[in-house]
């Protein structure tokens, strides 16, 4: 059995390590995983309560209230991407948890069965991005016997739709204050709407200057760029913002490309595969072939308006492109399409991921129609024992020939 | 099916936000099949105090597009009607369903399978007046049914459409008394009362009854079963499950362990929902039955 010492010493190291290569070299990335690590660690430090949780969960509620959120796929990809995550899987199918259901939650459920991860005092799901999620959390609330908190995300943007989130906010703080004893900070919150909103105009640069040919980023720099979330609302996110567009600006400015001679740029749809795989890095270096945009990195919000943060905030997650029907989620990626001028688009057509598989259809169709061609990889982005390396990178490389033509 | 034109016959199509599979449906439909009317109605789960209210919005806005597309509205009258139609088809058919709590049951899960199916396509009221009939029947004559002692089964887990399946397991030697499915026996699990907010009542109804697995209600869930295990006098539950169908395959390990810790023997099988790969099934429910019984 796993203890989550392990899972403490995991970050801490990773901190230090980081820590130590930022004293040598600023960079953007190394700054953005360092930020990670500490909040990784931050969940061992009894000055923080810890609140497991799915993907699109207002943080900076959480974090104004002096409770370390964390969404529990951020932990599937971490464990996926040290190596870990068969281990997990295979304890979870033990136990009866279908191998045709997402990986990202069959290994954190595995993980919280092995005792890898410490108790959290709060669970909060949301409706969306998906079922799997919330379902995974009460499981792990089971576990830990504890109850989830279950935040209901309407399908459709009104403002009534707006009232009825904000309404729920409303019950979590409570239901938050009830279970830790912790009060919500309402100048703490305030405050972190402005960061959040200095952060997006760092991020909104950030995006626009990789619309350049070449672009200044290669396929790394922006990588499970998502997890970003999880610093909404902190002076650090703003920092890490800022040293991006300043990387990028001046890539751009001097004419340094992310890729050296990008010949075919791609956008990629939903998550990364999470664990190691020299996939990208092959692209990169035999066929110049770049992620100039990741669907998730794009800014979808509006600047939020720090004299009413909960309506402001729920507004922010009804507005996702993943809420509701898929509609809005296919005028973005057709939007990136053209923003970024890419060449094609990659789906990992993630295994077991219910809320993309129905749509995978609608994304081809989108972008067929402004003459992108897209590619569906069939991967499991976190299990890698079937994972076939040749097999996905024949299949890349047609695709790119047929780019090529 | 429908892209071929199959439910061509349909004016309409309305969606629920039940699960993330159904949600991509109603984006595929909208692309892909031409209906003269589509909507989808948002559903909560879980947290459900606040859930009521904005639920009765979401009938509310489903009467407006209905009122809309038909040029006609609907009156408070037409709802009240219409709930006590339907109030008054549940009535019927718990009656008919009690008519399984008997040692020997009096009807078989599949005629009462095809009962439900009926209940999809036609007429309320031409349904009701069919099951009025039936009823009768059925309690004039028990002594004609058909002997037989085999174990008694609860069946739970994800819709099933297919009737063959049901007797599928009939044929096997299994008496099926209690259908905890979206189609079956659950479906008529529900009562509307009469208040002077009808919207509401049928908001708080639907809401509050016996939950599914997408409700994120476990507990309550596997609570039902057990009562109505009691009730049906059930010696196993069979839990179906609908291959990649996550709301309930990822009940199955926790509601295993509270079912068999309240004494209930369990079997889980998943399937297409048709009778494909069915001989493997067979296996396992015909061990099953060996099982209980013992």
Known sequence: MASHNMLRKYFGQLETSLRNKLETKITARRRFVYEIARIGSRIFNDDWSIGWTTVFVPYEILNSMGVSGMFVEFFGAMLAGSGMSSKYLEISESKGFSTDSCSYHRTIIGAAMDGLLP????????????????????????????????????????????????????????????????????????????????????????????????????SNDLKNFIIFLLLQGTKESVEVAKLYRDEFKFRVDNKISGLPEEKYRLMWIQNRIQFKTDLLNILEEKYGASIVIDELNHIWWEPMDEDDPLRSLASRIITHPLVGPVDRRLEVITQLAQDYKISGAVNPAHWGCRQSAGARVLFKDALQKIGIPLIHLDVDCVDERNYAPGQIMTRMEAFLEMLSN | MAIGGGYGFLDGVIFVNSCDAMRRLHDVWKRYVPTKFIHILDIPMGNLSLGSKYFETEFLKLKGALEKHTSSPIKEEDIKNAIDIYNKSRLMFNQLNSLRMEDNPLITAGSLMRITSDFFKVEPEVWNEKIKQLIEEKKSEPSKAEQNKNPRILLSGSPLHEIEFIKFIEEIGLNVVYEDLCTGSKFFDLNVK??????????????????????????????????????????????????????????????????????????????????????????????????IKN
Do not use: W
């Open chain 2, 194 to 291: 009469a208040s002077n907010n009808l919207i509401s009542s049928l908001s708080e109804a639907y809401l509050t009854r016996t939950p599914c697995a997408r409700m994120m209600q476990i507990e309550e869930r596997a609570n039902q079963i057990i009562k109505n295990s009691e009730k049906f006098k059930v010696n196993g539950v069979i839990h179906h499950s609908l291959k990649f169908c996550d709301t309930y395959l990822y009940d199955v390990p926790k509601l295993k362990e509270i079912l068999v810790e309240s004494g209930l023997s369990v079997l889980f099988i998943e399937s297409d929902g048709g009778l494909g790969n069915i001989n493997q099934i067979r296996t396992r429910i015909e061990a099953f039955s060996e099982m």
């Open chain 1, 119 to 218: 108790k959290p005092d709060v669970l909060i799901g949301a409706s969306i991005p998906c079922n799997g999620g919330v379902k995974a959390l009460k499981r792990i609330g089971e576990i830990f016997n504890k109850k989830v908190f279950i935040l209901n995300i309407p399908i459709e943007v009104t403002p009534k739709s707006v009232d009825y989130l904000t309404e729920q906010f409303e019950q979590m703080i409570e239901y938050v204050e009830n279970e830790t004893g912790r009060k919500l900070d309402y100048d703490k919150l305030k405050k972190s709407i402005r960061y959040n909103n200095q952060a997006r105009e760092y991020l909104v640069e950030v995006n626009d200057l990789c619309k350049n040919i070449p672009s200044p980023a290669n």
